[in-house]
């Protein structure tokens, strides 16, 4: 198995909230190193097959010879882009991870939309969420399930990104941690704080409550998990359901000493700039999220300062810093992105299925922690689940479309033998009969 050694893998990762924050590895024999995204909301390893305008160096699996083609087709799609490409197996090796080389499954990419965008610093995709979730099937073992057995690693990993208060895609130099296997205490400090994952395919969790400004928003807590909460480095912001985020809005806005804010500035279309002296962050709220203790009686909350959410941008005018709106709103989850993420050590305790937030010493800004955690809050003032039962899967789906479609199929199967039956009893109909309306309906129905 692997020797672990966690202090080699500080700051192994590069980046930033902007774009996503890379690990480098080298892929194949000889080996071909490329930078690939750490994506705690997807489940497969893919990286650059072709090469591709936005991309500055791609996989060449011609040129390894530990390459092997399953020949399997792959597409998957993503809350932005998409990519298609073709399903094999290699030797990778984690420069600064952990010792050894270990086979896996690798996609390659050959086409893709929205995927690679202008000035990514990144080549490919480490999905390493569940495989749930990894395409065309789950049966494709993910990467870290890979890693686990093969190298006999503890199942879990952290995740530390330091990009708080930094321009977003800036240089693409902030630094970050993705710890293979376990915990390294000297990326946090206080305690760590579990939350249960609630299912095993995106690592999805429980949301109680939101506060911003230290006042409720006061939402049916359904809200706040409509259809589900996730944790996902790969997303760049805070994304809220269109509830949510209308209140969460409204609540800044109120709090804000700044009312007359365009709303292009929340919708994420336009920037707000102050002179570069000013920190207009003084003008903003504190915004809490509160997640449901594993004593499922407590809970705690992971807080964010604005300077967490209201990102400067790189520098545009002379004397101007422009700034963005790190939150936006979403159809389908709350997703707690790499806005949140940068001001906590997040644990992945898949062995023990939940999830630690920790304050992270690398989330200050001017010298000051942007982010914090308090606990334990009692829960008697909310459900006890906030998330809907009914959650419908891909899986889950298939199966219920394919039993509707059997089950309806039966019906209409029955209904056409009732009709070729001669009926007895009864007049037959000759060809000049009218047709009545009570048999018109049943074939006007089944068109």
């Not at 909310?382 to 219920?400: D, R």
Request: proline share 5%.
């Amino acid at each position: 198995g692997g020797t672990l050694n966690f202090l080699a893998m500080v700051e192994n990762l590069q980046g930033d909230s902007g774009r996503g924050y890379y690990l480098e590895m080298l892929i194949g024999t000889p080996p071909q190193a490329l930078n690939i995204l750490v994506d705690t909301g997807s489940s497969n390893f893919a990286v650059a097959g072709v090469p591709d305008p936005d991309v500055t160096s791609y996989f060449n699996a011609e040129l390894s010879s530990t390459y092997r083609s399953q020949g399997i087709d792959v597409t998957v799609k993503y809350s932005q882009g998409s990519w298609t490409g073709v399903l094999g197996t290699d030797v990778i090796t984690i420069p600064k991870g952990i010792y050894g080389s270990y086979t896996i499954n690798i996609a390659t990419i050959l086409e893709s939309e929205n995927f690679f965008l202008p000035g990514v610093k990144w080549h490919g995709i480490l999905g390493l969420a569940y495989d749930a979730l990894a395409k065309p099937s789950s049966s494709v073992e993910t990467f870290f399930d890979s890693l686990v057995r093969q190298a006999k690693i503890p199942n879990i990993f952290s995740l530390q990104m330091c990009g708080a208060g930094l321009p977003v895609s800036g240089s693409g130099t902030n630094g970050g941690s993705l710890v293979l296997g376990g915990i390294e205490p000297s990326l946090y400090t206080g305690d760590i704080w579990y939350t249960p994952i609630k299912e095993e395919w995106y690592y999805q969790v429980e949301i109680l409550k939101l506060e911003v400004g230290g006042q409720n928003l006061q939402l049916d807590c359904r809200e706040y998990n409509a259809d589900k909460a996730i944790v996902d480095s790969g997303t760049t912001l805070l994304r809220l359901p269109e509830k949510v985020f209308s209140a969460v809005v409204q609540a800044i806005a109120r709090t804000s000493l700044i009312q007359e804010f365009s709303s292009g500035f929340w919708t994420g279309s336009q920037l707000a700039c102050w002179d570069k002296t000013e920190r207009p962050w003084s003008l903003f709220p504190k915004l809490s999220i509160y997640l449901r203790d594993e004593n499922s009686s407590r809970s705690f909350r992971i807080s964010i300062l604005p300077q967490l959410y209201i990102q400067p941008i790189l520098g545009i005018g002379e004397n101007l810093q422009c700034y963005r709106f790190g939150i936006s709103s979403s159809t389908n989850a709350l997703v707690i992105g790499a806005t949140v993420m940068e001001g906590f050590y997040v644990i992945f305790d898949r062995a023990q299925r939940r999830v630690g937030f920790a304050v992270s010493p690398c989330a200050e800004v001017d010298g000051s922690p942007v982010s914090e955690i308090e606990g334990p809050f009692p829960t008697a003032d909310v459900a006890s689940n906030c998330v809907s039962s009914i959650s419908f899967h891909e899986p889950v789906l298939w199966i219920a479309s394919y039993a509707l479609m059997s089950l309806c199929g039966v019906i209409l199967l029955v209904l056409i033998i009732l009709l070729l039956i001669p009926p007895r009893c009864q007049h037959r109909y000759t060809d000049n009969d009218v047709v009545n309306d009570e048999s018109s309906l049943v074939r006007h129905r089944w068109k």
